[in-house]
């Protein structure tokens, strides 16, 4: 059973920049796409980023389209989230997560099977 666990969040101001790291223990992850979802409070979770299997196919949030950068590194077992400029409304608890289907662009959190317990990244203005 695959494990994934956040780390790199913090507190920024605005303009900043911070790196979420997410790793995976228990099982490589390299068969499957990864995403990276955000909550705020009182809000839904929201869809970051997701990257294919090979790294080679990214898709973003247009909430931080060009801003954010996803990547991974497979031979580490992790995905990692660049994230620039960051705002204010950027604040909530980032997560990343596995799809354990493939062959898909998956943007909703019902499509990931496997979940962290997220790190927070506050943007202070």
């Known amino acids: 059973q695959v494990q994934l666990v956040e780390s790199g969040g913090g507190l920024v101001q605005a303009g900043g920049s911070l790196r979420l790291s997410c790793a995976a223990s228990?099982?490589?992850?390299?068969?499957?796409?990864m995403g990276w979802f955000r909550q705020a409070p009182g809000e839904e979770r929201e869809f970051v980023a997701s990257?294919?299997?090979?790294?080679?196919?990214?898709h973003y949030g247009d909430s931080v389209k060009g801003r954010f950068a996803v990547s991974r590194d497979n031979a580490k077992n992790t995905v990692n989230l660049d994230m620039y400029s960051l705002e204010p409304e950027d604040t909530a608890v980032y997560y990343c997560?596995?799809?354990?289907?493939?062959?898909?662009?998956?943007?909703?959190?019902?499509?990931?099977?496997?979940w962290g317990q997220g790190t927070q990244v506050t943007v202070s203005s």
């Open positions: 228990g099982r490589s992850i390299s068969a499957y796409n």
């Open positions: 997560a596995l799809d354990l289907q493939a062959g898909r662009v998956a943007v909703h959190p019902a499509e990931y099977a496997v």
């Open positions: 990257i294919d299997q090979n790294g080679h196919s990214f």
